[in-house]
């Protein structure tokens, strides 16, 4: 299991880290297997703190 930040979403490294707050994820879950995000996602935490991957919103400029 590794640990994860749902506030400043990134990893944590107990001892290196303050874990307080920090969830514990499987070493598959993709957040720790992805290297980059897909084209039009963004990072967001969903109800559980864990990370998930969500559609970017573009605001349309008014003219």
């Given at each position: ?5 749902p ?21 598959s ?11 039009g ?6 109800d ?5 991957l969500t ?7 008014a003219?």
């Amino acid at each position: 299991m590794r640990l994860f930040n749902p506030v400043t979403m990134t990893e944590v490294l107990p001892g290196f880290h303050d874990v307080t707050g920090a969830i514990a994820l499987a070493e598959s879950h993709w957040f720790f297997t992805t290297r980059e995000l897909p084209e039009g996602k963004q990072l967001a935490v969903n109800d559980n703190g864990e990370p998930v991957l969500t559609d970017i919103r573009q605001v349309e400029q008014a003219s």
